[in-house]
């Protein structure tokens, strides 16, 4: 694209970017399928998006509208401009509880809309499992749908009307009440009227979720309204800027029928059955979805309820019934009117499944919590499959095709039929009320025979769809995945009804090219494309299928938790959009900024990109082991797209058990920094931050000097200009009796009688806190002392002692001990890591026999983080062994009080406590048994926050060129901080986070040991 052409787009005053960071962020989307964009626009208004698409066309660029880029079939990508609308487009308005209606920017997400209509007894029907994510523009641009589509229907039929900005720039509004577009809609009306035996020949009734490519079925009952045509155009029409939406009421009761089956074939034919009962939803789950649920600790409460165990079974329907309250009213898709539809309450309707004879047994649930608990396993599903392990994944291709619920036995044998002669595993899960199962065939499409399977497998699927007169896209869109089939599915009289509608709307392919309609000369191919390539389900996949990804350098983490490889890991990222939520721990950065390339898939996607070549620019490369230069080549560890990926990932870990494939982005960053140090060299700075531990020793010797120098203005401000460490940001300040060292003092050589006590007996010894005798019933616990505890936070270590104390322990500490590594493992110092944990390893494992079972305990999650996680992954001998007696101090103190509640004894003291635990320990545990541990003491309510990283991430918050993140990132906790009632006392597990909330707030957090030691009697 030529400087001119995007001095143009610039000129409309939107902001659109061009620079390679950013064509790589939006060259992929949630399908297999990869396209280079020319660059990205994010309008913030309908004249902004009207002026970017005339300059577009202008200059010869095609359109690709964008949500979340969640979808699954390639057509959330494009070679022109991507107009990004979840940017900017946020805004909720004109709610009108009589009318049932509300208006949304297209960039509003499902979640953000049911959070604003969930107070007034409202909800947008239409249930997305991308619901965290998914843009109300996409949803509507991909028809899209869920599990309840038999009472909610398609995301069609809540459009009221679109205001949509058309490949001219014309900026229109269009709907049942809008007389806009009165040529194209007569236009479109006699076309579809002539189509009128051909679509009923080739569609017969019975299929709610088919999807003809554009809306003709719907539009021909409806003619007056072209939102029937606009909604699931795939934005291959027209831009959607904003929607008037219908709402619908929350039910009052819902209620869950499981019934287990002993094959697949019984579950579909019991799905026709209980069609009758008026479900709000049958959901089917087979056994190799299920199978992946075995020994995952957070799937075993699931599997207990279900017996899965016990009564092992094939497959199991889901049949969910809901109630509107005593009208016995619920929405009625078609009209989103409410009327009056069945006399049967949730119990009844239970009661009448309960009673039918189908199934090997069958299960009524209707608590809330246990409904739930049956619904992670089929919500899940997508995930526990994609998450699989090695080259071959399930893959999307075949995934949406849906026939009448009737044929559904038929046609699983038929697809069956085309599996097994290829040796194809496959699961068959979804909607089955709606006829329509996820089927993702396993593929390996980095391989050429996989790759010959996978064109086998889609032409025979299309072919036994037709066969039935099914739709082979129902959800998801055509895309890049199934435009090859469209004559097929549809024969030629209703493609050319489609195409003309293509051109009266976009008469010069603007939008989209080369979805639903294949790229060919009825239709002008992008202008900015070197060559047309065809849409075929084969062309344009992603790059690391069709030349593998090689690794240069040789990874020496062993990614244990999952994968056993980087490129492994890496992989798993299938572009699913799971980071880019608002909630939970992932991904803090993109929380706080919204920015495709602070997410954890943005950051995935350019490490594939740097690896694959297309990041930095060309010159000399210095090679990774030898050290010799090889010309021309893009250095894959080196470039401005890969330092905006990495430098700002916080290595929180949150990602790790929040993304469904486990994808660790903090391990990937520390792998790829150690490649480029191990052949660069370590910059001063990352050499300075591995070695706190041993500034800590310095400075400890001389906390009169080190401490002043610390808080000395100008000697900041040229650390700030030689190291980059921020002036605006407090240090912490060292001790002036090191931990250890008061330790020593107190109890060395065993505890020592306070002056004038008797002698202690072998059971009775004295505590180094010195409140007089205590029993050392438990024997020995050894306390980490951490880094932070030893040189800055004494009383913290001191506070942990008397709880231990208290509890009848003898306390210990690892003299020799070193720092744990992470600040090394942080900055990608894995030779100083590695080092570090060898010595720690081996201290702990060689302990006199007192102490070689004993539990050791973590005040500091990141160090405890690092013996029970890192350690493995830096393959240090006999740490697995050593990480099953690392424990954090608080898990270990709330354990032994759930057994025994009298074991200590506290002041009774009303007081509201909120409680922010450290990502590292949230990433490996759920944190609910610290607001237990704090509401063990008696008076005390105790909350756990809803935050995730604090921001300051070790030394990251320290950095100039990073605070200003930090405190972005922060924010979060803050605001959680601040809806806190007054009064409220913060307790934070992690040094950094105490750092934090007290450099941006006059509050001082406490860790939990202070507030226990504070509460003993
Ligand atoms: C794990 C997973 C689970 C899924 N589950 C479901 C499910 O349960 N039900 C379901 O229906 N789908 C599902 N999908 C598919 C996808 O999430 C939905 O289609 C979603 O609605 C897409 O929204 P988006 O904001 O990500 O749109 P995008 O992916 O960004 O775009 C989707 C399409 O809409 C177009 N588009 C986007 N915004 C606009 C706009 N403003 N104007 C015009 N065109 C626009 C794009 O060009 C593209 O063609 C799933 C996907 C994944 C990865
Ligand atoms: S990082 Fe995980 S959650 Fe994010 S897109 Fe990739 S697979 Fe999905
Ligand atoms: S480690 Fe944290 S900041 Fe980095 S990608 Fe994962 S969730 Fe985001």
Known sequence: MTSAQQRKIKQTGCDARFDNLTRQLYATDASIYQIEPIGVAFPKSAQQASLVIRAAADAGLSVTPRGAGTSLVGNAIGEGLIIDFSRYNRQISDLDLEKRSVRVGAGVVLDQLNDFLRPH?????????????????????NNSSGARCPIYGTTADH?????????????????????SLRTERAKIEE?????????????????IKRWPGYGIERFQRAPSDLTNILAGSEGTLAAIFSAELKISPLPHEKGLGLIFFASVGEAMQATVELLDLKPAAIEHIDRPLLDQTKGQLHFQAARDLLELDTKPCE???IVEFYDFGGARTRPRFESGDMSPHSKSSVAEKLSILQSKKIGLRKKILTDAAQMNLAWSVRKSGLSLLTGRVGPAKPVAFIEDAAVRPAQLPEYVRGLQSIMDPLGLEASYYGHAASGLLHVRPVLDLHSASDLKKFRQVADQTSALVRQFKGSLSAEHGVGIARTEYMRDQLGDELLEVLREIKRTFDPKNIFNPGKIF???????????????????????????????LELLFRPVLAFALKDRSFIGNLEQCNGCGGCLKQ???????????????????GRANIIRAALAGRCGVRGHVRAFESGDMSPHSKDPLKSEELDAALSNCLSCKGCTPECPSNVNLALLKAEMLHARWRRDGLPVRERIFSNVDMLGRISCAMPALANPILEFKPLRGLIETALGISAKRSLPHYARERFDKWFAKNCSGGPRAPKGAHPPTPELGYGVTGRGPIQKKRGH???WDDTFVRYHEPHIGIAAVRVLEALGFEVALVKNRRCCGRPAFSVGNLDAAAKLGKHNVSQLSTLNSQLSAAPILFLEPSCWSMFVEDYRELKIENAEEVAKRCFLFEKFVDDLLAHEPDALQFDNRPATIAIHPHCHAKSIVDPAFMGQLAERLPGRKAKVLDTACCGMAGAFGALAEKYDLSVQVGQRLLDAIDDQPRGTEIIASGTSCRHQITDLTNLHPKHMAELLAEAIV
């Open 121 to 141: 007894g409202f909800c947008f029907g239409p249930d997305v499992a991308t619901s965290s994510r998914a843009t109300l523009g996409g949803m509507i641009a």
């Open 159 to 179: 459009v009221r009307s679109l205001e949509i900005v058309m490949a001219d720039g014309r900026v229109k509004k269009i709907g049942e009440t809008h007389a």
């Open 191 to 207: 076309l579809v009227r002539a189509a009128k035996s051909e679509m009923a020949e080739r569609w017969p009734p019975g299929l």
């Open 315 to 317: 497959a199991i329907l």
């Open 518 to 548: 294949e790229l060919g000369s009825a239709l002008r191919a992008d202008r900015t494309a070197q060559r047309a390539v065809p849409t075929k389900i084969d062309n344009h996949l992603r790059e690391n299928f069709t030349r593998p």
């Open 583 to 601: 909630t939970g721990i992932m991904c803090p950065t993109f929380i706080a900024t919204g920015e495709e390339v602070m997410s954890t898939r």
């Open 781 to 783: 616990v050894i306390l």
